[in-house]
């Protein structure tokens, strides 16, 4: 069984930035694909962004550009960037493997962003 615990959120201004990290039991992060998901308050959730494990990463249209998902091996983490933040990225967001596995969902950590 795999466990993610993801931190870093809070509540920002419009245009401002945060950094997430995602921590998961065993070197899991060097072995499979992963991806950052998050869900609105009413929406499904989403997907967000994915790193593969060629360190390739693919990203939805929505946060293109503005976000920016790593991995660092040592520290056995995944972040990701998350700059000129927008009212509509608000939600709690999650990581997990990609595809997800529904059993892998963690707790997720709330991102507002609101003036």
């Known amino acids: 069984q795999v466990q993610f615990v993801e931190s870093g959120g809070g509540l920002v201004q419009p245009g401002g930035s945060l950094r997430l990290s995602c921590a998961a039991s065993g070197s899991i992060f060097s072995i499979y694909a992963t991806g950052w998901y998050r869900q609105a308050p009413g929406k499904q959730r989403e997907w967000v962004a994915t790193i593969f494990r060629g360190d390739s990463t693919n990203y939805a249209d929505s946060v293109k550009g503005r976000f920016t998902i790593s991995r660092d091996n040592a520290k056995n983490t995944v972040a990701l960037q998350m700059n000129n933040l927008k009212p509509e990225d608000t939600g709690v967001y999650y990581c997990?493997?990609?595809?997800?596995?529904?059993?892998?969902w963690g707790q997720g950590t709330q991102v507002t962003v609101s003036s």
């Open positions: 997990n493997k990609y595809p997800a596995v529904s059993a892998y």
